[in-house]
């Protein structure tokens, strides 16, 4: 009984109330225009057909399309007559008849359209005519004509943002004598807010805007206008502009001012503005990205005097610019219609700013690339080369890494190389060095240091620490791993028999630095570097992985003895008659397969890895389920 | 039997000394594999390589380092991209690696990689 006695309470309240539910109405050109137009396919074909049906609070959504016009759109309660896909899809066209629209509401909004070829010539408003309140959003309102504001009149009340007004007239009865604002006018109220005005002409005052008597204009570019009075604008009486750009108009000065009260905040325009109107205005070059004809782009460069340089205002804290950006950027508003978003932080001036920049306080680097990107690579050698062994590769194996550093314009300023040395399951006193894979650097322009070489070394060095003898840049790491590791008097070599005694691995730090900032990393391609070992002290043994070219030191005659079924006629290198390899690079860290195993017992895809031509398996060497055999890998 | 005693003792000095590294000598029948390396049947063509490299030429209405990343956010490469400039690099990226991630001043772009260039501008 209760619950019911509620339920009647509660309707009759509604029903006697007033209160109604806000309803979406439809306009579309291939709508059926049946009433009340509440989906697409029953949508209105005429915007005025569908506002008609309103009550207050209702949304009309308008289709793609052009909607051409024979009587002004007249929109006289609080509703929103809005575009589903923005002004440059739904077109609002007098046809050169009529104005296109006629607001008289304070709570109506007109969004999102294309606003053409009102005509209006003896009154107010050719696109759009606000009286006495309503706003226009978002809007391009282009090619219209009217005795007062060719593309928007407000009168008393109202407000046009965020909109393009562009290439309107202000011609009373096309006479060519009188016109009062060829692309807004305010009559005694009104803003213009977050505007482009531009190309738009008055035959008398105001060329961009014409405020009569009182009116508001906030954040606008007023450029490329004319008007014998005022080409960019005219202030009469109680005009207030604020943080607006007012130049490069044209027919007469930027801006006129008649009667008094008229006063301008933060704004750009020459000449200078007087000391009794104006605050904290400049004239200066605004410093728009173009003003060729043709090809106009009204934001500020970099370097504008009017960025940050507006008057912050309640307003901002929830607007967005035309380009649909937060209205305040870096704490104070820019002058004009566009916000220019701060310069992000970069200490040391290099150009990249500090969260891009590896070294933000030092200018002559910027940039490190690792290789591999994460963690260690694995080169594996077998050292018999030109005979064949165990395929364990394990007789050297040595983890790497490089890392590069460059400056702003991506030039090589050093490379840093790590070694270590983990194993070698070897008799063999093998040592190791890496070619660059070019000659496109000049090997007077490298330095090199941290290479370990035995006092009286097989290896002999030029003065900036690269091997002598070579056609290519040459690093030799270290000439014999035995010496750097001691044997451990069991098991073959070091670290690749189970149950001998673990050795550190020994680790090496090369510097490369460029002398000369002249090459790019394409260049140097350190990640395409050229790996070799030098088997037992003999600097003319080399073994390179496959299809890698030998040094200038390698002894040719070796080629084609043996195994080895190299032609360096085409550029085959260090490969058997049946393509088998004496080394690998592998991207990742490497576990090897322990001493006389061969890799395909200790990795179950390697077969189908290199059968396939590295098509399937191409991560054979990861640890994953049923990618190993634990018990053959070291 | 001190004879046999020295004779034992540098036998196993031997042994541990010079631990048969001369691997000239092991015979491939040795493994217990039936997949043996010499019997795998490899194309002439395949470079053992676990990465390759490509070629990426990329260019950008503004100014502003690029990254390019796995899916795993590992950088492969980074430098400074600018205006109307074209930035071409190779980068090693790894054979299981299909598919690359491309950062410029907070825009992304996932491009995959099916041959050995990729070819991307920012707007």
Redesign the interface.
Known sequence: MKTKFTLFITLFVLAFSGASFAITRYVSPSGSNTAPYTSLATAATSIQTAVSACSAGDLVLVDDGTYLLATKINITIGITVQSINGYAAAIVDGNSLTKCFEINHADAVLDGFTIQNGSNPSSFGGGVNIKNGGTVRNCFITENLARDGGGVAIDDAGLVENCIITDNVANENFANLNGYGGGVRLLNGGTARNCLITGNVSYKYGGGLNIWNAGNVENCVIANNSAPYGSGIRTRNSSQVYNTIIYFNTGSANYDLNGGGYHYYNCCTTPALGAGYSTDCISADPLFVSVTPGSEDYHPQAGSPCIDAGLNAGWMATALDLDGNARIDNGTVDMGCYETAAAPPDTDGDGVPDADDDYPDDATRAFVNFYPASGYGTLAFEDLWPGTGDYDFNDLVCDYRFQSVTNASNKVVEIFGTFIIKAFGASYHNGFGFQLPNDDVSQVDLSVSGYDLDAGSYIHLEANGLESGQAKPTVIVFDNAYRLMTWPFTGTGINTTPGAPYVTPDTIRITMEFTSLTYTLAQVAIDQFNPFIMVNLNRDAEVHLPDYPPTSLADPSLFGTGMDDSDPGTGRYYKTETNLPWGLNLYQNFDYPVEEVPVVDAYNHFVEWAESGGVLYPDWYEDLPGYRNASNIY | MKKVSLFIALLLIAL?????????D?K?E????A????E????????????R?VEFSLTSAK???VYIR?S?G???????LSTGEL??????I???VSEVKLTQNGTSAVVPITGDKVTYRFN
């Open positions: 541990l000394t010079f631990p048969s590294c001369r691997k000239m092991k491939a040795e493994s217990a594999s997949e043996r390396m010499d795998l049947t490899v194309t002439p063509a395949f470079s053992w390589g676990t990465a490299a100014n502003g380092a796995n795993k590992d950088c492969f490469h980074k430098g400074m930035y071409t690099i190779s980068v090693m790894p054979s299981a």
